[in-house]
């Protein structure tokens, strides 16, 4: 299990108009399309600006937004003494030596937006884990687990762990995603304070994973 996350160790509403109702904006329809260009402009420099990242052991590719802080295992047994790697550190709320001792499990650590985020490959076979397998391996910190959900990735499905638990006295939110494929699975887990943000930012991740 990684976690990710400062560690010591719907529905859809669907709004529909009357067909007698007169359509929003000038009557000519002359800036109609003008909305729909702007937000794609505005998706496309947002994906410019996203940072492509390998995960090798877990055999995917994937892009993280603009704003997180990414390292990857090689950087830090290559620098653990520099700059960067001491930031990651300090944006996860770890030490150096603690950021080293977890990346022995995964390949990409990222910290910003008040959460974290790693990638790797989980120990413990090759099938995604059951409710119950998942729901063990979190025993020590007495998490409140919700029923996995099955979700669709660009490298095939998987499963969606969503959880919460106390730690210091605040309320820590966390989200893992198991995807198989070829017989390996992958694990990505993000954790934060902020339930909407943490969730948010597997929302971005997930369809952007690729073989590697």
């Not at 409140?144 to 998987?158: D, L, R």
């Not at 909407?196 to 369809?207: N, R």
């Amino acid at each position: 299990m990684l976690l990710a996350g400062c560690a010591d160790d719907g529905p859809v509403e669907k709004l529909t108009i009357d067909s007698e109702s007169r359509p929003l904006g000038p009557a000519d329809g002359k800036a109609a399309g003008k909305p729909k260009k702007a937000e794609r402009q505005k998706a496309e420099k947002q994906k410019a600006r996203r940072q492509a990242v390998l995960a090798p052991t877990a055999g995917v590719r994937l892009r993280l937004p603009a704003g997180l802080v990414v390292i990857d295992k090689a950087a830090v047994d290559a620098g653990a003494d520099s700059d960067r790697v001491a930031q990651v550190a300090r944006e996860a709320g770890y030490t150096v030596e603690q950021l080293k001792q977890v990346f022995a499990g995964i390949d990409v650590f990222a910290a910003g937006f008040s959460s974290t985020l790693t990638v790797g490959r989980p120990a413990g076979g090759s099938s995604l884990p059951s409710q119950a397998a998942f729901e063990a391996s979190l025993a020590a910190l007495s998490a409140e687990v919700a029923p996995f959900a099955t979700v669709e990735t660009p490298i095939g499905p998987g499963r969606r762990f969503t959880y919460s638990y106390a730690l210091s006295g605040a309320d820590v939110h966390g989200v893992s995603v198991y995807v198989a494929q070829d017989g390996i699975v992958m694990e990505m887990s993000v954790g934060g304070t902020d339930r909407d943000q943490v969730g948010d930012l597997v929302d971005q991740v997930l369809p952007t994973l690729a073989p590697a």
